[in-house]
């Protein structure tokens, strides 16, 4: 793994910046787009300060694209599933995911109240970027967290022109992470969260394939917070202003966590369904039980055969010719894929946590950011940091 691994584009550090172990092979750029291909996209929009006024802000809020097969894939249907670990949330066009087992759209990712807007975004999008594919139907995946902490969520800041602004800038490479896209108004285990992402290698014998998981997170609460293997939430328990604010509105840890598995790895639908089941426990490893109010969902797909599963309209009669096939991994070697998943949701919580900055919103909300000499100084007492 080469350097700029342990940095973001703006010069952030990461969770390895600091000495942070990990298991497993992360890809080179430890990121959702060490899977060829995948391009990531964010409009982030942050204006205003002082007192919230319905509509005019303060304003933390975004738009996040992940185009599965870069703008010119778009419309080519890939094998992908979903899970809901929990559904006090929303991902739009799962209905269809689950029947036909393809995706053929843009993921995008916003706040809860601004999924309308991204919805008919990306149906723009497709409509001046994909006529064809647009002149049959369209189902576009969209999901959210909330963050009404920080931004006037309630307010129309987030516009259909927001949501193609981010699908234009998708690109391929290393990708911000922390408070940027539909991140900038997250917050996790009550301090500044937003997008975390990494990957895994996974060895197949004859070649290797890449695993990698992207998160908007927004979910645990103080108290649970575990950084590689250590329980950090009685150490880091002061400074807490958001559940200060929380207990006279809604539980802590209410939020909620969007995840995106992407592979190379050739996938059934099925196959993708059961990785997306793995997020979850990669979570886990950094502290939630998986509060009530966190809308958990999580959708993973494979790059692989593409195009094999298109839903198209038919035409014509079918003949012997009329046949799709698909290679895939066998069901009993799926296990490392399932370990690379949760290596890489682990990560990708620690990275959003770790490139990050106090933000201040509506109201004078303050999230304040993960502490870095804190963090380090209590994994050092545990021997998970040395030197």
């Known amino acids: 793994m080469t350097q700029t691994s342990h940095v973001t584009p703006a010069g952030k550090p990461r969770a390895r910046a600091l000495g942070i172990p990990f298991t497993g092979t992360p890809g080179r750029l430890n990121a959702i787009t060490d899977v060829t291909g995948v391009e990531v996209g964010y409009t982030t929009l942050i204006s205003g300060d002082g007192q919230m006024e319905i509509g005019k802000g303060p304003v933390r809020t975004g ?14 249907a890939i094998a992908a599933g979903y899970h809901s670990f929990n559904g006090n949330g929303e991902m739009t066009g799962v209905s ?3 029947e036909a087992g393809a995706l053929n759209m843009p993921i995008l990712i916003t706040n809860t109240h601004a999924i309308g807007p991204c919805h008919r975004g990306t149906i723009d999008w497709m409509v001046r970027n994909k006529p064809d594919i647009a002149s049959q139907w369209m189902l576009p995946v969209t999901a959210e967290t909330w963050d009404g902490y920080l931004n006037d969520i309630n307010g129309p800041h987030v516009t259909s022109e927001h949501a193609v602004a981010a ?51 927004n979910f645990g609460s ?38 995106i598995v992407a592979t190379d790895a050739p996938l059934l639908p099925g196959q993708c369904k059961a990785l997306a089941r793995r997020v979850p426990l990669g979570l886990a490893r950094t502290g939630t039980a998986g ?16 195009d094999a599963l298109n839903g198209r309209f038919p035409r014509g009669e079918p003949d012997a010719g009329t046949y799709s096939h698909m ?12 370990a690379a998943t949760v290596q890489a949701a682990e990560e990708a919580v620690v990275n959003a946590l770790v490139a990050n900055a106090d933000m201040v919103g509506r109201d004078g909300h303050r999230s304040p950011a993960l ?7 209590a994994l050092k007492a545990r021997n998970v940091i040395t030197g």
């Open 327 to 338: 290679d895939f991994i066998p069901w009993g070697r799926m296990d490392d894929f399932y």
């Open 167 to 217: 699908l234009d800038a998708a690109r391929g490479g290393a990708i911000e992470e922390g408070s940027v896209g539909g991140g900038t108004g997250m917050n996790c285990y009550a301090f500044k969260g937003g997008n975390g992402t990494a990957s895994r290698i996974v060895n197949y014998g004859h070649r290797d394939y890449t695993v990698a998981v992207f998160l908007q997170t």
């Open 63 to 76: 738009v996040t694209a992940i185009l599965p097969l870069g703008r010119e894939g778009a419309g080519q």
């Open 371 to 377: 502490p870095h000499d804190r963090l380090i100084h």
């Open 222 to 259: 103080r108290h649970e917070l575990t950084v590689a293997g250590v329980p950090l939430g009685a150490t880091l328990a002061d400074d807490n202003p958001m559940e200060a604010f929380a207990a006279s509105l809604q539980p802590a840890g209410a939020g909620s966590c969007i995840g």
């Open 291 to 306: 509060s009530h109010f966190s809308g958990d969902i999580f959708l993973a797909f494979s790059t692989a055969n593409r």
């Open 96 to 98: 269809w995911l689950e």
